[in-house]
């Protein structure tokens, strides 16, 4: 199974990016995945940044990106991806995605990264 994340990049300060984060491998159904996306900034440790359910698809989001981010998930194409809006200096890090099994005993899967990097 392989998580492949994209979309990362330099942006300004209130600008925005949409980070994709692609599933693939023999037999990986994105369906019975819950996706996350991380972040891990220099000298921090990696912090859950949102969440979205495998089915209903319903959402989470940390304090700090709420009202700002938006993880939606198109199972079509088995990806999940992150919309973020009105981009912040702290927002600059290393963002991952993971996905979840909904299975109990099913491995979990992180991607390589994709860095973020908000500055003027």
């Known amino acids: 199974v392989q998580l492949v994340e994209s979309g990362g990049g330099l942006v300004q300060p209130g600008g925005s990016l949409r980070l994709s984060c692609a599933a693939s491998?023999?037999?990986?159904?994105?369906?019975?995945?819950?996706m996350s996306w991380y972040r891990q900034a220099p000298g921090k440790e990696r912090e859950l940044v949102a969440t979205?359910?495998?089915?209903?698809?319903?959402?989470n989001y940390a304090d700090s990106v709420k009202g700002r981010f938006t993880i939606f998930r198109d199972s079509a194409k088995n990806t999940v991806y992150l919309q973020m809006n009105s981009l912040k200096p702290e927002d600059t890090a290393v963002y991952y995605c993971?996905?979840?099994?909904?299975?109990?005993?099913?491995?979990?899967?992180w991607g390589q990264g994709t860095q973020v990097t908000v500055s003027s």
């Open positions: 993971k996905a979840v099994p909904t299975r109990p005993g099913e491995p979990d899967y």
């Open positions: 491998g023999s037999g990986f159904t994105f369906r019975r995945y819950i």
């Open positions: 979205i359910t495998s089915v209903v698809g319903r959402t």
